[in-house]
């Protein structure tokens, strides 16, 4: 492993820079998605596959998660280190080394084999399972939470929702957190106006909140409630680079288009006035929890 991929760890933060967007627990879709305003078009089932080939680096390149979340998780729903929790979607286990910090010891799902390979390798007492969000393998009522970490855009379908409430107890809660990444420092803006300058399907948005539809006209769980903290990743410069080509739709593209990008980011870090003086960036996030009560 090179030198890079080590970072500077301060309170709550991660390992290295964010590497890509959640393909966990990803609907398998016949067929091809549209990519933005081109004619071209990829299998989201395929590219959540290609993503197996490199959770080791996924790992260290993913941010954690304030303490903050825990805290709220205690404090406004009532959960204990006794509480039967479900992890769906959990990846490399980035959301569950905050959960077994504060002594949560959730059952933990994945779709993707080698992801799962590594959460198991951090976490190996943790009960854990390969599955998708829409099939759950677990009997009715038997969970007092389901949390979601960073994925549920993925599979924020009406299917998903009903299997999700089926397995939690009377007076459950769903937890949804995303990680945003704060666009109004200006390099985190200038970063975005790269990557979405190349083609990508609003399936990768979450942050356009076009998952939230989904707690519309449904009968589940009740309205979501919502907190935010704030949250700073640092990592070594050089790490942007490898956080951009991570990026789903970036991944996606021919080697040509991934260089192109590559020596974009790198322009970045050396030419911007907040990153080219600095070895090590501060990434600032917003951390989004959500949390709907089933209703039963």
Request: glycine share 4%; aromatic share 12%.
């Amino acid at each position: 492993m090179s030198q890079e991929c080590f970072t500077l760890k301060t309170e709550d933060t991660g390992v290295l820079a964010q590497l890509g967007e959640r393909y966990n627990g990803i609907v398998e879709v016949r067929g091809s998605i549209p990519l933005g305003s081109t004619k071209e078009s990829v299998s989201v089932n395929s590219l959540a596959k290609s993503f197996d080939t490199c959770s080791e680096s996924y790992e260290i390149s993913r941010p954690g998660y304030p303490n903050a979340v825990a805290e709220l998780f205690k404090k406004n729903l009532s959960f204990r280190t006794s509480s039967k929790l479900l992890e769906l979607a959990a990846g490399t286990g980035k959301f569950t080394d905050l959960l077994a910090q504060h002594d949560f010891a959730p059952t933990v799902t994945e779709w993707l084999p080698n992801m799962l390979k590594v959460l198991k390798s951090k976490h190996p007492k943790l009960s854990s399972v390969i599955s998708r969000a829409e099939d759950i393998p677990f009997k009715d009522n038997i969970f007092d939470g389901v949390l979601v970490a960073q994925a549920f855009h993925w599979f924020a379908n009406l299917s998903a929702l009903a299997d999700i409430a089926r397995v939690l107890k009377q007076n459950g809660y769903l937890v949804i957190i995303f990680q945003e990444r704060n666009d109004a420092v200006n390099w985190v803006h200038e970063y975005h106006k790269i990557l979405f300058s190349y083609p990508h399907d609003e399936i990768v948005r979450f942050d356009l909140d076009k998952w939230k539809k989904v707690f519309n006209n449904q009968d589940h769980f009740s309205s979501l409630q919502h907190q935010q903290f704030n949250y700073s990743h640092h990592f070594f410069k050089e790490t942007l680079t490898h956080r951009a080509l991570g990026m789903s739709f970036i991944a996606a593209l021919p080697d040509h288009k991934k260089q192109e990008v590559a020596q974009q980011m790198k322009n970045l870090c050396t030419t911007h006035e907040q990153l080219k003086n600095n070895e090590v960036i501060e990434f600032p996030y917003i951390t989004h929890v959500y949390w709907a009560k089933v209703l039963k």
